[in-house]
């Protein structure tokens, strides 16, 4: 069983960090120390280690619900601010496609976790994808957040879930990312306050800055390379399962039927699941369902 008593590792007080972290009860806050990298990252529970990789523009703080309700089923779950969010900190601004991958792996190492359940969403799930592809060894099972099988067939009526992008293609410092709680994305308006906890960390020019870069060289590079085919010549042997809020536009059972025609031919195990009453923030939308559906994958597809 992994511990977490990990090299480059020490306690980090909550309180110390600026701006403030968000109130979550139960979690420690660590900082975990890698070459160019002070991660900051947020665990709970005791057991085998499960990873929540956090979606744009959130952090940590996007699991404070979904990751106790593992740590209750007996789980050690990880909560890491990726580069370019949350209250991580790079020596080197610079992001490349597979940047976030070399940092989770060598998190995964400092941490002395071997293998793990990998939740993600949203920009996460680009990174959990890289990893249970290229790395499978490291991952016991997989579940996705409202993003597509990296083996999906492009069809013209997935082009508005892009529209959201080209504000963050030409990201101005400074400028609010306010919009993307809309409506459009959430099935349920959320409070200012949790709209401002997840918005924080954007005071940090830091962060601010990194919003061009990962979605330029990170999303669109490893978007490109889905539509042209590249991972439906490989094979997904990680079990995994994709989820997505029954509000999140364009997405329908219906469509994905089309779009993942035949997954037998490009998985060894995909199942689809969606949650009622949820949209893309289906973290927030739909907390307790997202714990459940990622347990209920634990236990069967392990």
């Given at each position: ?5 990990p ?16 109130e ?7 900082l ?5 990298l002070?991660?900051?990252v947020a ?9 929540l ?11 404070r ?19 370019g ?12 496609r597979?940047?976030?991958l070399?940092?989770l792996?060598?998190?995964?190492d400092?941490l002395?976790v ?8 949203d ?7 890289q990893l249970?592809?290229?790395h ?15 083996f ?19 990201h101005?410092p400074g400028a ?6 809309s409506?459009r ?6 409070p200012?306050?949790t709209i401002?906890?997840?918005l ?6 830091e ?7 990962l979605?330029r060289?990170?999303v ?12 439906r ?9 994709v ?28 199942e ?15 907390p ?11 236990a069967?597809a392990?």
């Open positions: 069983m992994a511990t977490l008593e090299r480059g590792t020490r306690p980090a007080d909550a309180a110390a960090w600026s701006p403030p972290l968000p979550a009860a139960g979690f420690d806050h660590l975990v120390e890698t070459p160019g002070r991660t900051h665990v709970v529970g005791e057991g085998e280690p499960v990873v990789l956090h979606g744009f523009p959130q952090h940590w703080w996007q699991w619900a979904v990751a106790p309700a593992l740590a209750a089923a007996g789980y050690r779950v990880v909560c890491p601010d990726l580069r969010a949350g209250w991580t900190v790079a020596d080197d601004p610079r992001v490349e597979e940047t976030r070399r940092d792996l060598a998190l995964l400092a002395d071997e293998r793990a359940h990998v939740v993600s969403h920009m996460g799930v680009i990174t959990a994808i249970t592809y290229f499978p060894e490291r991952v016991r099972t997989a579940v996705q957040l409202s993003v597509w099988p990296a999906f067939s492009f069809s013209p009526r997935l082009l508005p879930a892009f529209q959201h992008l080209p504000p963050l293609v030409w101005r609010s990312l306010r919009g993307i709680f409506d994305y959430v099935a349920h308006p959320l200012e306050a401002e906890a997840h924080a960390p954007m005071r940090r020019p962060v601010d800055a990194a919003v061009r870069p979605v060289r990170t669109l590079a490893e978007a490109v390379r889905m539509m042209r085919g590249v991972y010549r490989r094979r997904l042997t990680v079990p995994t399962l989820v997505f809020g029954r509000r999140d536009h364009p997405t329908t059972e219906e469509l994905m039927g089309r779009i993942c025609r035949d997954p037998e031919r490009y998985a060894d195990r995909v689809l699941a969606y949650v009622d009453d949820a949209a893309h923030f289906i973290t927030d939308d739909a307790d369902a997202v714990a459940a559906l990622a347990l209920d994958w634990f069967r392990a």
